[in-house]
């Protein structure tokens, strides 16, 4: 699902189209190529710590049909299941350099998800839908943090678009959390990080991208959890 001009050194399984939307490089592109309804369920666990996040991700219908031509390796005109299987595997080698595009953070330090054991793919309508789950790699109290939750592309070539607030549910968290549906505003959000720039010291440096809006621009969720009083 994002990245391209590494194809021509190597292909990935039967990648083609999809190796390359996976494995372009993070400078090579200055607006979205690919598209992506997305969903994401924050599951609780009954310690108090977070269990995982799942994602939901439908492709658009243009990137979905180069899948098809690219995997549909006994050209009947579909996907069959072994050929799903495939486009999941192939996208859950190629996109974890990235964090499989899953931002977590607690109390604004970001928390390292761990890979997922598959990515879960599905043939509807027209479009390819994927599925996957991650797990903290180390335990994430959730009672008196604030948690952050989105999926960005650092390079822009995939946006991840969640339409609403109830694109992020929380599944068997504690009921004292609450959630915020927070859509930046891009002018908001340049002269925020153009503040965040003023304020380094000479030791800090910028983003690898140099100027890295994709994050401070993505659609996120807050989700905030009451200390037990």
Aim: glycine content about 6%.
């Amino acid at each position: 699902m994002t990245h391209m001009s590494h194809l021509t050194v190597r292909r990935l399984a039967r990648g083609g189209l999809l190796a390359a939307a996976l494995l372009a490089p993070a400078t090579a592109f200055a607006h979205p190529h690919v598209f992506a309804e997305a969903k994401m369920e924050i599951v609780g666990a009954p310690d108090g710590t977070l269990a995982a996040v799942r994602n939901i991700w439908r492709m658009d219908e243009l990137f979905s049909s180069s899948v098809v031509v690219d995997f549909d390796k006994n050209a009947n005109g579909r996907l069959d299941d072994d050929e799903l299987v495939e486009v999941g595997e192939t996208v859950r080698e190629s996109i974890a350099e990235w964090n499989f595009y899953t931002l977590v953070e607690s109390d604004g330090q970001e928390k390292k998800m761990g890979a997922p054991d598959e990515i879960r793919t599905l043939w509807e309508n027209g479009q390819l839908l994927m599925f996957f789950e991650m797990k903290p790699a180390e335990a994430v109290p959730l009672a008196g943090h604030k948690l952050v939750f989105s999926a960005f592309d650092e390079s822009y070539f995939v946006a991840f678009d969640f339409a609403a607030e109830t694109d992020f549910q929380l599944v068997s968290m504690p009921a004292s959390c609450t959630r915020a549906f927070v859509v930046p505003d891009e002018d908001e959000a340049a002269k925020d990080w153009m503040n965040s720039v003023a304020t380094l010291g000479p030791d800090q440096t910028l983003p690898d991208d140099g100027i890295n809006y994709s994050q401070a621009l993505a659609t996120r969720a807050e989700v905030a959890c009451p200390a037990a009083g």
